[in-house]
């Protein structure tokens, strides 16, 4: 398994509840009402790459049951709910809702994109599954 590194970040507890499950890919999403941003990163081979998905929870589940191998999801609680999460269950996905105000951010980061939020989460999965 490829280590990635965050720099020095706390992992949010509830995190740890996903590492059980923790696949052939990890995936972070930064879930908004218009549209939701994937961060997957391919815990073989390092791979990290972000997709635009639209905000349907079935073609999101649909698009994360696309990937192959077993795959672990993590995003941050917001006001869309737990839907996703949900059916993400529902199909036995493995997935975990965090708080966003756990997820301490590395010193001097101020830049903050979608895509770079949810890449982090995906790395998060990886690094807490790491230690």
């Known amino acids: 398994m490829a280590r990635v590194a965050v720099a020095g970040a706390a992992v949010e507890p509830q995190l740890r509840e996903a590492l059980d499950g923790l696949g ?39 698009w994360i049951c696309s990937l192959p191998g077993p795959v672990a999801v993590a995003y941050e609680a917001g006001p869309t709910g737990f839907g996703l999460a949900r059916a993400l269950a529902a199909v036995g996905v493995r997935c975990v809702v965090v708080a966003p105000s756990k997820l301490e951010r590395p010193a001097g980061d101020r830049v903050k994109t979608d895509r770079r939020d949810a890449e982090r989460l995906a790395r998060l999965l990886v690094a807490r599954h790491s230690e």
Do not use: N
């Not at 994937?38 to 999101?60: K, Q, W, Y």
């Open 24 to 62: 052939a890919y990890s995936v972070g999403l930064d879930v908004h009402a218009p549209s939701i941003v994937a961060g997957v990163l391919d815990t073989d081979t390092g791979e990290l790459r972000s997709e635009r998905l639209g905000p349907a929870t079935e073609a999101v589940v649909s």
